[in-house]
């Protein structure tokens, strides 16, 4: 069964990178052409789509966040990472990975979810 | 790219059907038929309940067979048929967006009075 784990510091000073790891067990991140995506949520309110990526490294990005984020893919550690710069107060958020169930490109749901990380910008 | 509107509350009570409203634009939600529906119980991840405006995802639970999903124009909607106390939560909306983006609903808190 495929289990999504975020996981990284829970407290990120104002104008530093946030950094954060999904590690993926149950399946392998190199064996299918499933995109793996970041999605956060702030305290209270609405999701927000981050970026995806599938094995060969192809990325879609959100163009409001483009700027600030990277996302990469780790296949030896079966884990992706998320990387945000110049964090403020609005970053501040529970950090989700996700993934679909459509294994032939890119594909705009998610079916597993990890449990998510809450992250502190402060 | 802008998100979704829902309305922040719905409600019913047991045994009811609600329809919850999901309003885009030409550019998402009335563009494309990838709309997709969430719920969210306090403290937890989301969990899909229907993807490309009406379909339930493999393997999903049973109780996710009472929700339906429509759209017309640049509205989508989600319908849970006879509520029950579990139905309680968080639902979020999604759409395509074009050029390989998604984008979300606000949400709508459904209370089962």
């Known amino acids: 069964q495929l289990r999504l784990q975020e996981s990284g510091p829970g407290l990120v000073k104002p104008s530093e990178t946030l950094s954060l790891t999904c590690t993926v067990s149950?399946?392998?991140?190199?064996?299918?052409?499933?995109?793996w995506g970041w999605i956060r949520q702030p305290p209270g309110k609405g999701l927000e789509w981050i970026a995806s990526i599938n094995y060969s490294g192809t990325t879609f990005y959100n163009p409001s966040l483009r700027s600030r984020v990277t996302i990469s893919i780790d296949t030896s550690a079966n884990q992706l990472s998320l990387k945000l710069t110049s964090a403020t107060a609005a970053d501040t958020a529970v950090y989700y990975c996700?993934?679909?169930?459509?294994?032939?490109?890119?594909?705009?749901?998610?079916?597993?979810w990890g449990q998510g990380t809450l992250v502190t910008v402060s | 790219q802008s998100a979704l509107t829902q309305p922040p509350a719905a409600s019913g009570s047991p045994g009811q059907s609600v329809t919850i409203s999901c309003i885009g634009t030409?550019?998402?939600?009335?563009?494309?038929?990838?709309v997709s529906w969430y719920q969210q119980y306090p403290g937890k991840a989301p969990q899909l309940i229907l993807y490309e405006v009406d379909k339930w995802p493999s393997g999903v639970p049973d109780r996710f067979f009472r929700f339906s999903g429509s759209k017309s124009g640049n509205t989508a909607s989600l319908t849970v048929h006879g509520l029950q106390a579990e139905d309680e939560a968080t639902y979020y909306c999604s759409s395509y967006a074009g050029s390989n983006t998604v984008i979300f609903g606000g949400g709508t808190k459904l209370t089962v009075l």
């Open positions: 030409s550019s998402d939600v009335g563009g494309f038929s990838f």
């Open positions: 996700a993934r679909p169930d459509y294994s032939s490109g890119w594909y705009p749901s998610f079916d597993y």
């Open positions: 149950g399946a392998s991140i190199s064996s299918t052409s499933h995109y």
